[in-house]
Structures are given as C-alpha cells and as structure tokens.
C-alpha cells in the first residue's frame, strides 16, 4: 500500500535529575556537596532511506520517545547521556508540525535531520555551594525534552513530473522511455500511486520522471484520485503537460489543457511558473487539422509542442532531448527550509500561570509557557535579553516573584537559566 502522509507523536528524552549528595569519608569532615549533574535526553532525528518507499509503517506505530537521560550521582558523577532515537524515513518526506503546519525538517539527504532536542540534565547540588550556602539540600531536575505532534509528507523526489488527465498516456510515455513497469489498461484511474523511472540519454546523462496519477477539475480540492497526488509536484524541476490530442475520450483537448494548468495553479501558484513542455499524445487517432489547430493554441501560449505516439514510441525522442537541454538549464531539485518558531511580541503575551517553589533563597520558576519562550531566546544578544525580560513582567513571573517575598540579590532559576534579583 502507498501511504504518503501520516501522522505521529514523537517526544524527545527528558534530562536526568541532578543528585543531591555530600562527600562522606573517614577522617574528612563536612566533605561538602558533591552531587553530580543528570545527562541529557535523547534527541529524535530522522534518517532518509532509499529502502523505504512509504510512510505505510507509521500506521501502525504512531509514538516515538527517546529515553531519559540518567540522573546525576554522588560523588561528582555525571548521569549518562541517552541514545538519541532515529526514524528511518523514505527520501523526501517533510516533517511538520500538526498544529501550525510550520516546517520542522526536509529529509532529503544523507545526514539524520534534528527534530526534536532532548532535555538538559538537571544540575547537582554541587553547583549551588557558595560561601553562605554551604549545605544545599537540593538540586535540579531535568529539562523535558520537545514534543510534537507531527504530519510527514513525502513529497517525491523527480527532476519531470508528467501531468494530465486519467488515460491521456503518462504511465506508456514512463514505460517506453524509462526502465519502470507501471500497470497500463485502457480505463481511468489505472495509475493509483506515483511511479518513477530514470531516464538514462547516454554520456552519463539521466534524469528521474514521475507518472502522477490523473488529475481532473476540482483536485486540489479533493476531487478524484489525483488531489492526493498534486503535493508530488511541488519538487519536480519542471513538467510535462500529456494531453490526448485527439479527443478520443470524448473531451476538448483544449480545455483539458487548460483545466488542468488551473488545477495547478490553485493547488500552488509557484506550479503555473514552473518550467512545462506540452505533448501531444495519440496522435495516430487524430487529424492533421486538429493536430496543427492545438499545437497553435499550445504556442500562442509559449509553450513548446511535440506531437508523439508515446506506445510506438513516435517523437518521444525528440521530447526527451528537448526534456534534458531544459533540464541543464534549472536549479536543483527543490528542497523546503525548515522554519523556526514564531516570536510571540512580549506585549502580546497574557499573564500565565507560575510555580515558584523556594529553596535556601533560591527562587525556581517553573512553567511550560516560559520553555517554548526561551527557546526562542539567545541570551547572548542585548535586544534578545531585553525582550525576555518584559516577557517575564507581561507574564506575571516578576509580580509572581514579589508575592513569593523575593528579596534583592535573591538568586531565580528558571531551568538553565540562574540570575540574581534586581529591581
């Protein structure tokens, strides 16, 4: 079965608790804290697979953690670090986030994409020994690790995609020019899944060409088969427009040509702007008047016209040279960026909810609101910082802090972040 979209939960490892310990040995005395820090959680990465060609499995399994990272221990050891988890995925799938839709990581090469980081381990109490604190009874707990709700979508991987209604000839222009065997009978919808082949032209020169499975009017927006197909477009360099010449199913040539550019269009306008070449298949079921009539339309429009017979495999050479000289001229196959998370304007952001627990005049802070703020937060840059800081007075943590009876120079901890009390 083809599966191109699924959806899963993936968590990333928790960081392990920092210990909370005191050196104890013979003849020593007050040996001091000496709790080491938890290791890190385990990050979720995904790996592309030549060997996986849908995204069936994901049915099945559709949550993904990775382990906890070890708690810290006593004398100064640090927790263990946990494996990171890997989800092999096929070449191509695109990774977003479920809610908004924002782009979180596009596996199309060798290297495993990040996706999800696992939590910080927690400090020991060996960090909160100073001078006038010299017994801390406490320590940290981990950071969790991200979470997600995520939709994959693999979007295919070809330099051509042919494009056009049900039964105009795609998957018979596939067979003859490439080494893929797609099922082909005269009825609609024979095609059900994408089929790639690789075109090989000699002198080293080949490309990869998609047969999309027929579109008709309405596809992009769930009409027939094909809608669930048209996101395979998206990375091919360039297209090939098939259309039955000859009207023999009983259309317009012309009409079928133009639905299916708006078909295009309207599922994503960057589609109509893409690099096309238009052949007119069946052209042993037509006349020469019909044939001369539509490749005028055709070229009124800008667009280049081949007449083939792709079955007897008449004038498919002719496309495919004119296919790879538009080819050498193109960018590479597209690939999406992923896209960082929005900043929310501090003015925007309402009271929240704070737990603030106090321990030897150390105020921790706690909330899930503040971890998805400080992700976004590069404590090394001045405008950067001064935004978190109104972010922690439109949240309600410094009013939050005051109510807790902080005083100045009282030290706040929220998470991996430690600063004295200024007012």
Not at 12 to 33: I, L, M, Q, T, W
Request: charged residues 25%; aromatic residues 8%.
């Amino acid at each position: 079965m083809f599966v191109d979209v699924a959806k899963i939960k993936i968590k990333a490892g928790d960081g392990g608790d920092g210990a909370v310990s005191f050196h104890r040995e013979k003849y020593v005395a007050a040996g001091g804290p000496d709790g080491g820090d938890g290791g890190k959680g385990g990050d979720i990465l995904f790996q592309a697979d030549s060997n996986i060609s849908t995204l069936a499995d994901f049915r099945y399994k559709r949550k993904y953690n990775a382990e906890k990272g070890e708690n810290g221990r006593s004398g100064r050891k640090f927790g263990k670090k946990a494996p990171d988890l890997i989800i092999r995925v096929p070449i191509g799938t695109v990774v977003k986030e479920a809610e908004t839709g924002r782009i979180l990581a596009d596996v199309s090469g060798k290297e495993p994409v990040l996706v999800a980081r696992g939590g910080k381990g927690g400090w020991g109490n060996v960090h909160f020994a100073t001078p006038t604190r010299q017994v801390p009874r406490f320590a940290k707990p981990g950071l969790p690790g991200e979470e997600y709700d995520v939709v994959l979508e693999l979007k295919l991987l070809a330099d051509v995609g042919l494009v056009g209604f049900p039964n105009v000839g795609k998957s018979t222009l596939v067979s003859v020019v490439s080494q893929a065997k797609p099922e082909i009978a005269n009825y609609h919808f024979t095609t059900i899944t994408p089929v790639l082949g690789v075109v090989s032209m000699g002198e080293g020169n080949s490309f990869v060409m998609a047969d999309i499975p027929g579109l008709i009017e309405g596809a992009w927006e769930g009409t027939g088969l094909g809608h669930q197909f048209l996101r395979h477009v998206e990375r091919c360099r360039m297209l090939i427009h098939i259309v039955d010449v000859s009207g023999s199913e009983g259309r317009d040539p012309k009409e079928d040509f133009v639905t299916i550019n708006n078909e295009l269009r309207k599922f994503n306008p960057e589609l109509a702007e893409r690099e096309m070449l238009v052949a007119g298949n069946k052209c042993d079921m037509a006349t020469d008047e019909q044939i001369d009539d539509f490749r005028k339309f055709v070229e009124d429009q800008g667009y280049s016209f081949f007449p083939i017979m792709a079955e007897i495999h008449y004038g498919v050479d002719a496309l495919m040279n004119k296919t790879l000289e538009t080819l050498s001229k193109l960018p590479p196959i597209r690939e999406f960026e992923a896209e960082p998370a929005p900043i929310i304007p501090a003015e925007e952001i309402n009271p929240h909810e704070v737990k603030i627990t106090v321990q030897d005049d150390v105020y921790f802070v706690e909330g899930e609101w503040l971890l998805q703020v400080m992700k976004s937060v590069n404590f090394d840059d001045y405008e950067s910082m001064n935004y978190f800081q109104r972010v922690l007075t439109n949240g309600g943590v410094i009013d939050a802090l005051r109510k807790a009876g902080i005083s100045e120079g009282d030290t706040v901890s929220i998470y991996d972040l430690e600063f004295d009390f200024v007012e």
